[in-house]
């Protein structure tokens, strides 16, 4: 659970960890949240059971709308977030923020990093109000050729 001090106002929101047993709704998630980009099973199945990930979900009146996957790489001294969303009607709550922040804090390396759509001004916003900084650009990294804007944050 994340504190009240950190709980989107106006709506209570819980952090807790995800599991397996939550793939049905993460995947519905993923789908919703990124349709250009939404993972297959297989991939959120391995997300939701490989070690070195941080996996957490938010919840509002004990309903998932929100999740995030941080995968640990220890060997390179990073992490990345492989993935966040929130559902659009819960945007602009504060959610994927107390997302971001929870799982930076099971984070125990130098840095995270993550990669957005250039298209994508909501996220990139709020990744940088987070202490982000662009480093770099993936062409054509998405499917319908779309750029990825490569971000880094130090941690602690």
Sequence with gaps: MISPAS???GSPIAIEPATWRD??????LE???FQKDAWPLWDIIGILTLPNVVRLKA???GKIVGFIAGDIHPSENLAWIATVGVL???RRRGIGEALILACEQHIK???VRLSVRTSNQ???RLYLHLGYQKIGLWKKYYQDGEDALVMEKALG
Excluded at 23 to 28: D, Q
């Design 7 to 9: 709980q989107a106002p």
């Design 23 to 28: 793939l049905n709704v993460i995947r519905h």
């Design 31 to 33: 789908q919703v949240c």
């Design 59 to 61: 919840l509002v009146d």
């Design 88 to 90: 659009p009607e819960y």
């Design 109 to 111: 390396l130098p840095a």
């Design 122 to 124: 909501d996220a990139i």
